[in-house]
T-cell receptor, first 111, second 114 residues
Framework: RKEVEQDPGPFNVPEGATVAFNCTYS??????FFWYRQDCRKEPKLLMS???SGNEDGRFTAQLNRASQYISLLIRDSKLSDSATYLC????????????FGRGTSLIVHP | DAGVTQSPTHLIKTRGQHVTLRCSPI?????VSWYQQVLGQGPQFIFQ???????GRGNFPDRFSARQFPNYSSELNVNALLLGDSALYLC?????????????FGQGTRLTVV
């Protein structure tokens, strides 16, 4: 089993749709979690951190489920500009802070 | 303020050659990490340096090495290049040396090995 797994997609949704991505991780001792966004042929940029209590930033909501070892990202009212690859990142566990990236989930928002 | 800068942006090398990639972190950031990203995959962690000391190493062969200088800039060296080393090499800087803080990425160096 991979340390961090994501459905690569692509998720193809119309503007205004709500879309959700999940990311599962194998190390139960993992300590911090993030979602990054990566546009085509560009560098990853932090979208949001994921807190135990869940957190929201505008149209974006991130949640963590430690019992089932997954994090999720919900995007409401999708915009064309949301088209990108979304990478989940899991840090830590066993005294290590090595960050592990998922392979990314591709989102395509169409008119 | 300048972000993370990497050089060169593109590079073509032949098998067996050596390559050095360079990274300058954001001013005030003391930690630099290196990642390899092949097409269709997420970035794979190679090294992390903090205050000029190696703090983490990913699952890469000894052909890969790195160092951090007193001004916190960093170099990634790869010896005896293989075709499979072709990838986007990303450098990320962060304020401190632990992974719980936000990492800022440079635009990457696209290495092609022929």
């Amino acid at each position: 089993r991979k340390e961090v797994e994501q459905d690569p997609g692509p998720f193809n949704v119309p503007e205004g749709a709500t879309v959700a991505f999940n990311c599962t991780y194998s190390n139960s001792a993992s300590q911090s979690f993030f979602w990054y966004r990566q546009d085509c042929r560009k560098e990853p940029k932090l979208l949001m951190s994921v807190y135990s209590s869940g957190n929201e930033d505008g149209r974006f909501t991130a949640q963590l489920n430690r019992a089932s070892q997954y994090i999720s990202l919900l995007i409401r009212d999708s915009k064309l500009s949301d088209s990108a690859t979304y990478l989940c990142v899991v840090n830590g566990g066993g005294g290590s802070y090595i960050p592990t990236f998922g392979r990314g989930t591709s989102l395509i928002v169409h008119p | 303020d300048a972000g993370v800068t990497q050089s060169p942006t593109h590079l073509i090398k032949t098998r067996g050659q050596h390559v050095t990639l360079r990274c300058s972190p954001i001013s005030g950031h003391k930690s630099v990490s290196w990642y390899q990203q092949v097409l269709g995959q997420g970035p794979q962690f190679i090294f992390q340096y903090y205050e000029k000391e190696e703090r983490g190493r990913g699952n890469f062969p000894d052909r890969f090495s790195a160092r951090q200088f007193p001004n916190y800039s960093s170099e990634l060296n790869v010896n005896a290049l293989l075709l499979g080393d072709s990838a986007l090499y990303l450098c990320a800087s962060s304020l401190v040396g632990i992974g719980n803080t936000e990492a800022f990425f440079g635009q990457g160096t696209r290495l092609t090995v022929v």
